[in-house]
């Protein structure tokens, strides 16, 4: 069995330590070692999104990115950005943005990595910049409604 080994992270603004194996994925040491629950397991291969964290400020998807390639990069989770995306929760609360909520995290994390850009897009470009996250629940109408309601509401602040 490949030994774990103690491992330097930078995430959410503080470096940790944590033990990880030889290719773990990164987000198996985020819920597993951290106990940081945000970021969602659920195809585990790359192409659902639910498990999209912010590597150096873009977003990846955690469940294919072995640890070794996140050690020397800011990795920021969905924890991490609750403060500074207040306005996105709000608005997915009010605009009906989820359901389950399953993939809500991954959806919040990216769309604030995009925030600044939004209100520039069209709903057809934002839809594109968003489909790296799939929702089973909402249609994503809703989705998309939020994040313009959150960058409408950054740029008057
Ligand atoms: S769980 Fe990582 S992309 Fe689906
Ligand atoms: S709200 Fe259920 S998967 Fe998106």
Do not use: W
Request: proline content about 3%.
């Amino acid at each position: 069995m490949t030994r774990s080994r103690r491992t330097e992270l930078d995430v959410n603004g503080t470096v940790v330590e944590v033990d990880a194996r030889p290719g773990e994925p990164l987000l198996s040491v985020l819920r597993g070692g951290l106990g940081l629950r945000g970021a969602k397991e659920a195809c585990g291969r790359g192409e659902c999104g639910a498990c999209t964290v912010l590597l150096d400020g873009v977003p990846v998807m955690s469940c294919v990115l072995m640890v070794e390639e996140a050690e020397h990069g800011r990795i920021t989770t969905a924890e991490g950005l609750a403060e500074e995306h207040r306005e996105l929760r709000r608005a997915f609360a009010e605009k009906g943005g989820f359901q389950c909520g399953f993939c809500t995290p991954g959806q919040i994390v990216r769309a604030g990595a995009l925030l600044d850009e939004a209100a520039g897009l069209g709903d057809e470009e934002l839809r594109a910049a968003m489909s790296g996250n799939i929702c089973r629940c909402t249609g994503y109408t809703q989705i998309i409604d939020a994040i313009r309601q959150a960058a409408a509401h950054r740029e008057t602040a």
